[in-house]
């Protein structure tokens, strides 16, 4: 019984070992991930133009320089 429970230890204690990958691997990953992380980014800025468009959201400060210049144009200055 005491060479079964060191067995089981050492199995226990063991690190499993990595799946070592290529680098033709690690960059199909990278395009993929850099690929999903643009889509996200062209949906959230595709929404935010139509929200500001039907005026449900604030535009900030540079969106509304953008948009609308005419807001900034003050004589008085």
């Known amino acids: 019984m005491g060479a079964e429970a060191e067995e089981r230890e050492k199995q226990g204690t063991e690190k499993p070992k990595p799946n ?12 993929q991930k850099d690929a999903d ?6 949906e959230a800025t595709r929404k935010r133009a139509e929200d500001i468009a039907a005026g ?3 535009m900030n400060g ?3 320089f ?12």
Do not use: G, M, N
Not at 37 to 42: L, M, Q, T, W, Y
């Open 66 to 77: 953008l948009l609308e210049p005419w807001v900034f144009d003050d004589p008085h200055y």
């Open 20 to 31: 070592p990958i290529t680098q033709a691997q690690f960059l199909s990953w990278k395009r």
């Open 56 to 58: 449900t959201v604030q």
């Open 37 to 42: 992380a643009s889509a996200r980014k062209a």
């Open 62 to 64: 540079r969106e509304l």
